[in-house]
């Protein structure tokens, strides 16, 4: 029966993808601030929402590996995606780029770059977050901040106005423990946060969205369990930024992938 079930949430990771498996939308948290989170970017298809991302450099944006689609844009400086641009900006993707050791979500690795058709401009309403400075181990308990413009329940649609909620750093070994229910290993260089044992977390639709703490983006919105976001159940994963430091650095100088 562990094998069946095992299979059955492989199959789910697999084949449900932005719909309902992966990412998500926030949770029990509340309206971002005005002016607050300039760093977020809705990444776009056929300009209509799907993930999560964020501003790391004047021309690229971070988010999901997952959320790879072939007609991407990204808007930015806006909290609210239904009200027309206003201030906000649309940028075309010239260039995706994934890591190279992505296959699929289940495996790990789920992290991508978007290079933007021309740089951003700065300015009070679009900025960048930083990143971590090397590979360092995110602290159990650790007070963090996730956003996005998901659902606020399991199957609802999108929300327009940009959601933040508060979560904690959860031990890994806790986290595995948790996943051990469902019959599933987590991937290598995740973080967890959140979904556990809280009701707080991300759903479907925050995919790509950052995990912020102390400031800084840490973790890129992966995956929950099948889409499931009535928490709490299992802890959310998040791809930890810091693994992949070299390889972004590396895309950004090359300007390519």
Partial sequence: MHTINKLLLTVLLTYLGHSVAFGGQIINGKKAKRNSLQYMASVQNN???ICGGFLITPDFVLT???CNKSNLSVVLGTHNIKMGLGKAVRYNVERKCKSNSYENVKDGSDIMLLKLSR???????VKKVRLPTKDKVLKPN???LAAGWGTTTTDRPFVDELQVVDVEAIDLKVCQKQWDH???NLPP????AGGYPTNKGTCQGDSGGPLVCNGEAVGIVSFNMNGNCAYPNVPNVYTQISKYLPWIKEVINKQSC
């Fill in 47 to 49: 300009e209509k929402h």
């Fill in 64 to 66: 999901a590996a997952h």
């Fill in 119 to 125: 740089k951003v401009k700065l300015s009070k309403s």
């Fill in 142 to 144: 650790t007070k963090c």
């Fill in 182 to 184: 469902v019959d599933f």
């Fill in 189 to 192: 260089n995740v973080i967890c």
